[in-house]
């Protein structure tokens, strides 16, 4: 069954450093998401794509937070710097093109900023 | 804006008795909702989804769901619960509020069952 492919699973960094989170979404899949996932919480939005093209981003803070996907396949989402608030759980996600289309998750990163 | 609401932070049943994690929504349109499960330190899994058609859906692992527009409910239920059900469930909707060509999903704050042996 295929699957979608995060690394690292786990991140330990310091305020002030740079992180990057790698995602490889099911083959085939058009629409890539990324969420952030903080404890207690459901997940919320950070930025979709579709194909290499950013749908919303409305909820990514702009100033610190950068994602890309270049090739329309797989995605890098960046922090720099990081804030201790950022730690979380870090989701990919991705989807055929529709709108009823099923996400399916990655196993996520989980961030701790000391 | 669309919204989830999960008013159980947490569920205990006993295993073999039924078991209910409720969720209500509000949201512009038709309302597409789902219902995930996450385990510790996982990502979510997709359980089921309702579009159109039946209220009754089934999905994964025995589990069901009933959608109720009057009482803008998405209930998710399972017959006879087992220890292994025991994790975070999450219930989301995505309907036209997400904006142009966005599928967001918003999800609600998770329920916690429990399943006592």
């Known amino acids: 069954e295929a699957e979608v492919a995060q690394s690292p699973r786990y991140k330990i960094t310091e305020k002030s450093q740079a992180v990057a989170f790698w995602c490889d979404p099911i083959s085939g899949h058009a629409t890539l998401y990324w969420y952030r996932q903080i404890l207690g919480q459901g997940p919320e939005l950070l930025v979709q794509f579709q194909d290499e093209s950013v749908v919303d981003d409305s909820q990514l803070p702009k100033d610190r937070f950068s994602a890309e996907r270049l090739k329309g396949v797989d995605s890098t989402l960046k922090i720099q710097p990081a804030e201790l608030g950022d730690s979380a759980m870090y989701l990919c996600a991705s989807s055929l093109e529709g709108l009823t289309d099923t996400q399916y998750f990655g196993p996520g990163t989980r961030l701790t900023v000391l | 804006a669309q919204s989830v609401a999960q008013p159980e932070d947490q569920v205990n049943v006993a295993e073999g008795n039924p078991l209910t994690v409720k969720c209500t929504y509000s949201v512009s349109g038709n309302p597409y909702l789902f219902w995930y499960v996450q385990y510790p330190n996982r990502g979510l899994q997709f359980l089921l989804k309702y579009i159109t058609g039946d209220n009754l859906v089934k999905g994964s692992y025995g589990f069901e769901a009933e959608f109720n527009k009057s009482q803008t409910s998405f209930h998710l239920k399972k017959p006879s619960a087992l220890v292994s059900d025991s994790a975070l469930y999450f219930c989301?909707?995505?309907?036209?509020?997400?904006?142009?060509?966005?599928?967001?999903?918003?999800f609600g704050k998770g329920t916690k069952l429990s399943v006592i042996p």
């Open positions: 989301a909707v995505r309907g036209v509020d997400s904006g142009a060509g966005s599928y967001q999903l918003t």
